[in-house]
C-alpha cells in the first residue's frame, strides 16, 4: 500500500464508531451502512466480507503505517488517530472473543507509538 492510500485508510478507521462494520472489498475501507432492504448478513456474505477479513485488512493497514513509519514520522499522528475507531471495533465484537484477541494485538502495536508521542510516560 502506498503512503496516500495507507493514511486514508487509517483516517477511515478512526472515524468507526461502535456498532459500525467495515467494508473491506477494495483498496480503500469503507464503513458499512444502513440498508433497509437487503439483510446485513446477505450483503457481507454477496461482497465475501467477514471478521476475519476486516482485521486482517486492519492488521496489513497498521502494518504499512508503522513501515512507513520508520522513513515518515509524519504518519504518526495518523497511526494514534485509529486507535478509537479500532477499540470501537472491538465493541462491535464483544461477543468473539477470538476478534477481540486479534483487535488487542493490532492496539498493542499502535500502543508502542503512542507512548513515544506522550512525554509524560
Known amino acids: 500500500m502506498d ?13 468507526v464508531e461502535k456498532g459500525q462494520k ?33 482485521v486482517k485488512c486492519i492488521n496489513r493497514v497498521v502494518n504499512d503505517a508503522i513501515a512507513l513509519l520508520k ?12 486507535k478509537p475507531g479500532i477499540m470501537n471495533l472491538k465493541e462491535t465484537y ?12 493490532i492496539l498493542d502495536k499502535i500502543k508502542v507509538y503512542d507512548t513515544i508521542e506522550d512525554p509524560d510516560l
Open 94 to 105: 464483544s461477543m468473539c472473543h477470538q476478534t477481540c484477541a486479534r483487535l488487542d494485538m
Open 71 to 82: 522513513k515518515d514520522p509524519t504518519m504518526t499522528p495518523y497511526l494514534l488517530s485509529a
Open 22 to 54: 467495515l467494508i473491506t472489498r477494495d483498496a480503500y475501507l469503507n464503513i458499512e451502512g444502513p440498508y433497509l432492504f437487503v439483510p446485513e448478513f446477505v450483503r457481507r456474505w454477496r461482497r465475501q466480507d467477514s471478521r476475519h477479513e476486516t
Open 3 to 15: 503512503a496516500e492510500e495507507v493514511i486514508i485508510n487509517l483516517k477511515l478507521l478512526s472515524q
